[in-house]
């Protein structure tokens, strides 16, 4: 017997800034300069409307899948009921891989932005991986902060919640600031070149895309500690995709207009470099560098949160050691999750800022996987169940999750060999098989455990 319960806890405004600050973390940052050089300031708007429709109808299908089965797991709570035992183990192991990708991303990022604030912070030679120096300082920033973000997510949900939501709304105040100063100073012949490298240009960014927007999945991991109606839970779900949308778009905008080709190819941080020139004060700059601090918060904290939930969800289902799915006995957290993938973030930062690019792509992948086994899920319920009570429903739902199953899929393409975007051969499609191997292992060490 199962002991101890979640409990609804969250308010509306607390599950919004849990998604919203999960898709906006450090890559509007980091990266807003490598997307605009890949595919071209216009090229790049197109991926993120491309990539932001196919969030659109995936989240869509989780919205009245939520709404429908407000229980903790998500994807696994749909998934076992639709595809059995197998199928489900697949989607949420594959969702649970772009969490801990997260997590792990965010324990490397941070040293890395900390670096633009402190220089000196290398210390100490350790080894070099991926052709990237790694230093016992910089690896005991990220160590300290995976210890950190666990320690929080353990003591409670709304501990965590309350964090997320302060961060957050610094976050999308120094946002507003760099695009506003953007809109008024930059100028539109920045914006050249509209496109780079044709599709492969687009395809570049848009195999990224999924990455940037995993996170308002949070949202039905956590379904069961929502003090929401079940309908609401659908309907905050898609205002946060829209909101991520948005503000990516913007970004890529803005640090187009603010800086010509030359100064965005040499920018180490462009959209920091963008609003130091756009404000003509270097403390512009340095504003968002801290907004990006902010943004791994919010994006660690939250992965935390819905991964160590779905690794609860399945282990309560016997499809993983059920150590796994024990809750705290005072915080009432899914403690020995949460500290698993607190482990897996710990030992990222020993691989050194290399896997930063290893993580995106890898888990991208696992990602839509997942998303198109969701799709399937609600093609399959909508045609078995149909009475099934949706208090969320799709109009159009067959169509719907057809296309967002199609949109899957294609996605999924390029990833694989032979893509102007395939994984890199062999980190790349080591991570991938790494987490393959541990599934196998805890799903096997759950079934040998079974009475």
Request: glycine share 12%.
């Amino acid at each position: 017997m199962q002991q101890g319960e979640l409990k609804r806890v969250l308010a509306r405004k607390e599950v919004l800034a849990l998604a919203f600050g999960a898709m906006v973390g450090w890559s509007w940052v980091a990266l807003a300069g490598q997307w605009v050089g890949t595919a071209g300031a216009l090229g790049t708007v197109t991926a993120f409307v491309l990539g932001g429709l196919l969030m659109v109808l995936i989240a869509l299908v989780y919205a009245e899948l939520a709404a429908a089965m407000p229980y903790v797991g998500g994807e696994h709570v749909y998934s076992l009921r639709a595809l059995g035992t197998g199928g489900s183990f697949v989607c949420t192991w594959a969702i649970v891989f772009a969490y801990v990708s997260v997590a792990a991303f965010e324990a490397v990022a941070l040293p890395t932005v900390l670096e633009y604030l402190f220089p000196q912070l290398k210390v100490g030679y350790l080894w070099t991986v991926g052709g990237y120096p790694v230093y016992a300082t910089w690896v005991g920033v990220g160590m300290s902060a995976a210890v950190v973000m666990t320690a929080i997510n353990v003591m409670g949900v709304k501990l965590a919640a309350r964090v997320q939501t302060l961060v957050t709304l610094f976050l999308l105040l120094v946002g507003a600031l760099f695009v506003t100063g953007a809109l008024y100073e930059g100028r539109v012949t920045n914006l050249s070149p509209l496109y780079r490298d044709g599709f492969a240009g687009v395809a570049g960014v848009l195999v990224m895309v999924p990455f940037m927007f995993v996170g308002f999945d949070i949202i039905p991991q956590a379904a069961q500690e929502i003090k929401l109606p079940a309908r609401q839970i659908g309907k905050v779900m898609l205002v946060s995709v829209v909101m991520a949308a948005c503000w990516y778009g913007l970004i890529v905008l803005g640090v187009g207009l603010s800086l010509p080709e030359e100064a965005r190819a040499q920018a180490k941080l462009a959209t920091a470099d963008a609003s130091g020139t756009v404000w003509g004060n270097p403390w512009a700059a340095q504003l968002v560098i801290l907004a990006g601090v902010a943004g791994i918060i919010t994006s660690w904290n939250a992965f935390l949160m819905g991964g160590a939930r779905a690794i609860f969800a399945m282990a309560r289902a016997g499809q993983l050691p059920s150590f796994l799915g024990r809750l705290h006995p005072e915080y009432n957290t899914p403690s020995n999750a949460v500290l698993l993938i607190g482990l897996l973030s710990l030992l990222a930062p020993l691989f050194g800022h290399k896997t930063l690019v290893w993580l995106v792509d890898a888990g991208s992948l696992g990602v839509v996987v997942a998303y198109a086994l969701v799709a399937l899920s609600f093609l399959r319920l909508r045609r078995r169940e149909p009475t099934m009570e949706r208090p969320f429903r799709v109009a159009g739902g067959r169509a719907i999750g057809s296309l967002a199953l199609v949109a899957s899929l294609g996605f999924m393409t390029l990833y694989f060999p032979g893509s102007p975007a395939g994984l890199v051969w062999p980190y790349e499609w080591a991570v991938v098989s790494g987490w393959v191997l541990l599934g196998a292992a805890f799903y096997l060490w759950a079934w040998l455990s079974r009475p």
